[in-house]
């Protein structure tokens, strides 16, 4: 079984229904587990065994159920996307100025007197040219037992437009039972016309809600200076393969990821970090694509490539959670995939009352109130307040170096009353400095610790080196984890570990000397040789300079903040005390962080877990939601839902909030959509008729489905305002 997961889009969405139903259409393909459909962004997401699961075996389904899927990938730049969509754009503001013009025509003619038959001719091909994509989606939904946005539509107008027709062809009949034979071919042509003004207005303002991609997109450098066969040359970014050595000079983009070979530079690295200061980078370090590079000139060797690339592997990771659905969106899901079919029986319903009960001429009340009905209960609205508020507000979060995963986790994040902090490398550098050694052991301890890959061992290595001392052989070598290292050196057991490796090979320690350098937040390493106790190291990590500022901003917000280390706790509260952190796990193991994760959760709190993304990732998987601070290139996204490539703690807080707002533009959104069926549907019904002979005109109703649509991607465009 070979699971894979594929976005393609979908032309011919218009609501929330359309998604449903595709979706259905989907999930009942065999070896599909799961398929999502979002309707601001035009695209389906689908889990599939690409064993038993071919493309066309997806695209037949979307087809049959009236829409397209355009599964092939085809690579165009933003030159071309943009052109495409302005061509789609102009067609549509070409037929609703044609439709209006005619429907214009064809009220101010019923007013002078234009026979019917002419009317009737302005008429046909707004009904049957501009109005035929209407029946493209209708036609096969109704053959699978379906219904969308455009059946309400498609019957809505055709009705009218039919019973215009009859009373154009044979006046006679109608006026043999008591009604004047008068058309209603304005009433189609109008509605038409006004449905698709607010699908073009829709569309504009939806372009605004994914600006953070085409921005991201647009940091891409479309050139890069490539040195092959001693020349320099200029090749197009796409031409540039992993080992090329590429030369940069000041003021211009880094093309591609990469490890710089020769000179030195200043970056500025703002545009996928976030962070506004330039970074000073020397030879070895690694840079990043689409950066400015500041001053200096030099050469490096492209690591990662096209896709690979850390702003591709953001654009991806922007793209998925825009694309994927929120809980919160399921409510609208389930109404709407009752939706239509309930507001057809409404409008059955409506022309029974009217026919029945209502003034003469009752057929004519039945079927404009039938058709009213019809038209203002589209479900756009719905479709659209949940997806266009998710873009908004991951496009913002991508801006400020914030990449949530999914719309879940963006969901989640509003609900955290408790975030539990790793020390190192998150609320620290994680790059410690060895700053007290006793006993003369530094040439044993760094021989030792060059086999470990902990951040400790880092420090007392490179503390070795620049003592220039001669490392010795060591054998037998085994890092135990949660206590420290040990080996075989000079033909001697040596053992170098915090208090719990001393009192498991029960070596006497000096107490006294290792409280009072603990008290200074410092973590201590002792050594033992064949069983004796031979001296320490202490290693001092530095506070990240947002630490303190971002710990206080989520205090003031009403969330608890834990501290959680290996640590003993003496430094572990040395630390805490300094970025007035009150409650503090200590001398927790790897594998026992996920424990204490559920323990606090078991408390009865929302919990959000904030680690480096690497060791921590069973804590990360295990909270509420995982936060994982990334680290240059390498972008802990898996076991985390949200990464904040900036690397400041101040913006644990700034998802936080970015999520508050997030949540509220949703639910001012399905506050506003469902509000305005729930109003306006009995309006249209007649229900003010018996009080106060108020009826709504099946163009007003058009007019008005098509406002509730734009005010809801207005109000998320809104968002891109917020402060976070």
């Known amino acids: 079984m070979a699971e894979v997961k594929k976005t393609f889009p979908i032309k011919g969405m218009h609501c929330a229904s359309c998604v449903r139903v595709i979706e259905k259409a989907l999930s009942r393909v065999e070896g599909v587990s799961a398929a999502t459909v979002n309707l601001a962004m035009e695209k389906a997401s689908v889990e599939y065994d690409s064993d038993k699961v071919a493309?066309?075996?997806?695209?037949?389904?979307?087809?049959?159920?009236?829409?397209?899927?355009?599964?092939?990938?085809?690579?165009?730049?933003?030159?071309?996307?943009?052109?495409?969509?302005?061509?789609?754009?102009?067609?549509?503001?070409?037929?609703?100025?044609?439709?209006?013009?005619?429907?214009?025509?064809?009220?101010?003619?019923?007013?002078?007197?234009?026979?019917?038959?002419?009317?009737?001719?302005?008429?046909?091909?707004v009904q049957f040219w501009v109005g035929l994509e209407f029946y493209r989606a209708t036609i096969p939904a109704l053959r699978h037992r379906t219904a969308n946005m455009d059946t309400l539509v498609a019957i809505g107008t055709s009705v009218a437009f039919a019973y215009s027709v009859f009373v154009t062809l044979f006046p006679g009949v109608v006026q043999s039972v008591g009604i004047e034979p008068m058309p209603y071919f304005d009433v189609s042509t109008v509605i038409i016309g006004l449905i698709l003004l607010g699908r073009y207005f829709e569309a504009r303002a939806k372009a605004g809600t994914s600006e953070a991609i085409k921005r991201l997109i647009g940091l891409q450098a479309k050139t890069a200076r490539v040195v092959r066969n001693g020349k320099e040359v200029d090749i197009p970014i796409l031409e540039v393969v992993v080992g090329d050595v590429i030369r940069v000079r000041p003021g211009e983009k880094i093309p591609v990821d990469g490890k710089i070979l020769e000179g030195e530079s200043s970056i500025d690295e703002s545009m996928v970090?976030?962070?506004?200061?330039?970074?000073?980078?020397?030879?070895?370090?690694?840079?990043?694509?689409?950066?400015?590079?500041k001053t200096g000139t030099f050469t490096f060797k492209a690591t990662k490539v096209g896709r690979d690339t850390l702003l591709s592997q953001i654009i991806k990771l922007v793209e998925e959670a825009q694309s994927s659905k929120a809980p919160i969106q399921r409510l609208a899901d389930l109404i709407s995939s009752y939706f239509v079919p309930v507001v057809i029986m409404l409008a059955i319903?409506?022309?029974?009352?009217?026919?029945?009960?209502?003034?003469?001429?009752?057929?004519?009340?039945?079927?404009?109130?039938?058709?009213?009905?019809?038209?203002?209960?589209?479900?756009?609205?719905?479709?659209?307040?949940?997806?266009?508020?998710?873009?908004?507000?991951?496009?913002?979060?991508?801006?400020?170096?914030?990449?949530?995963?999914?719309a879940e986790s963006l969901e989640t994040a509003h609900k955290v009353n408790a975030i539990i902090f790793d020390k190192t490398g998150t609320l620290t550098y994680g790059k410690p400095e060895v700053t007290d050694v006793t006993g003369n052991i530094?040439?044993?301890?760094?021989?030792?610790?060059?086999?470990?890959?902990?951040?400790?061992?880092?420090?007392?290595?490179?503390?070795?080196?620049?003592?220039?001392?001669?490392?010795?052989?060591?054998?037998?070598?085994?890092?135990?984890?949660?206590?420290?290292?040990?080996?075989?050196?000079?033909?001697?057991?040596?053992?170098?570990?915090?208090?719990?490796?001393?009192?498991?090979?029960?070596?006497?320690?000096?107490?006294?000397?290792?409280?009072?350098?603990?008290?200074?937040?410092?973590?201590?390493?002792?050594?033992?040789?064949?069983?004796?106790?031979?001296?320490?190291?202490?290693?001092?990590?530095?506070l990240k300079d947002s630490?303190?500022?971002?710990?206080?901003?989520?205090?003031?917000?009403?969330?608890?903040?834990?501290?959680?280390?290996?640590?003993?706790?003496?430094?572990?509260?040395?630390?805490?005390?300094?970025?007035?952190?009150?409650?503090?796990?200590?001398?927790?193991?790897?594998?026992?962080?996920?424990?204490?994760?559920?323990?606090?959760?078991?408390?009865?709190?929302?919990?959000?877990?904030?680690?480096?993304?690497?060791?921590?990732?069973?804590?990360?998987?295990?909270?509420?939601?995982?936060?994982?601070?990334?680290?240059?290139t390498d972008v802990a996204i898996e076991a985390a839902g949200i990464t904040l490539?900036?690397?400041?703690?101040?913006?644990?807080?700034?998802?936080?909030n970015l999520s508050k707002k997030t949540m509220r533009t949703i639910r001012l959104n399905l506050f506003w959509a469902f509000g305005y069926n729930i109003i306006l549907i009995?309006?249209?019904?007649g229900v003010l008729y018996p009080f106060f002979h108020l009826l709504l005109s099946p163009i007003f109703a058009s007019a008005a489905m098509a406002m509730s649509s734009i005010s809801v991607v207005s109000n998320s465009l809104l968002l891109k305002r917020a402060k976070i």
């Open 55 to 125: 493309d066309q075996d997806l695209a037949s389904a979307v087809a049959n159920v009236g829409y397209k899927a355009e599964l092939e990938e085809v690579v165009k730049d933003e030159d071309q996307q943009k052109a495409e969509k302005q061509k789609e754009l102009n067609k549509l503001r070409n037929k609703v100025i044609f439709s209006l013009l005619l429907g214009t025509t064809v009220i101010a003619g019923a007013f002078l007197g234009l026979p019917a038959w002419m009317q009737m001719v302005l008429a046909m091909p």
């Open 273 to 293: 970090t976030g962070e506004s200061i330039p970074v000073d980078k020397v030879k070895g370090d690694m840079v990043v694509g689409a950066t400015i590079n």
């Open 349 to 406: 319903l409506t022309f029974v009352i009217w026919y029945v009960f209502g003034p003469s001429p009752t057929f004519l009340f039945a079927m404009l109130n039938m058709v009213a009905v019809l038209i203002i209960a589209c479900p756009c609205a719905m479709g659209l307040a949940t997806p266009t508020a998710v873009i908004v507000g991951t496009g913002l979060g991508a801006e400020r170096g914030i990449l949530i995963k999914d």
């Open 442 to 542: 530094l040439q044993m301890a760094a021989s030792l610790e060059k086999g470990s890959e902990h951040s400790l061992a880092e420090a007392i290595v490179k503390k070795g080196e620049e003592e220039k001392i001669k490392f010795l052989e060591v054998t037998k070598f085994k890092a135990i984890p949660g206590h420290g290292v040990e080996g075989v050196v000079g033909g001697k057991r040596v053992v170098l570990g915090n208090r719990r490796s001393m009192a498991k090979e029960k070596i006497k320690i000096n107490e006294k000397e290792i409280e009072s350098l603990e008290n200074e937040g410092k973590t201590v390493m002792m050594l033992g040789v064949e069983g004796k106790f031979k001296g320490l190291i202490a290693v001092a990590d530095t």
């Open 547 to 632: 630490a303190k500022e971002g710990v206080k901003s989520l205090q003031e917000m009403g969330i608890e903040v834990v501290l959680i280390t290996g640590d003993n706790q003496r430094t572990a509260n040395a630390i805490a005390k300094q970025v007035g952190i009150k409650r503090v796990l200590a001398e927790v193991l790897p594998d026992q962080k996920e424990a204490e994760v559920r323990k606090i959760q078991a408390e009865g709190k929302v919990v959000a877990m904030v680690g480096d993304g690497i060791n921590d990732a069973p804590a990360l998987a295990a909270a509420n939601i995982g936060i994982a601070m990334g680290t240059g």
């Open 645 to 656: 490539i900036n690397k400041d703690l101040r913006s644990v807080a700034s998802a936080i």
């Open 682 to 685: 009995p309006v249209a019904m």
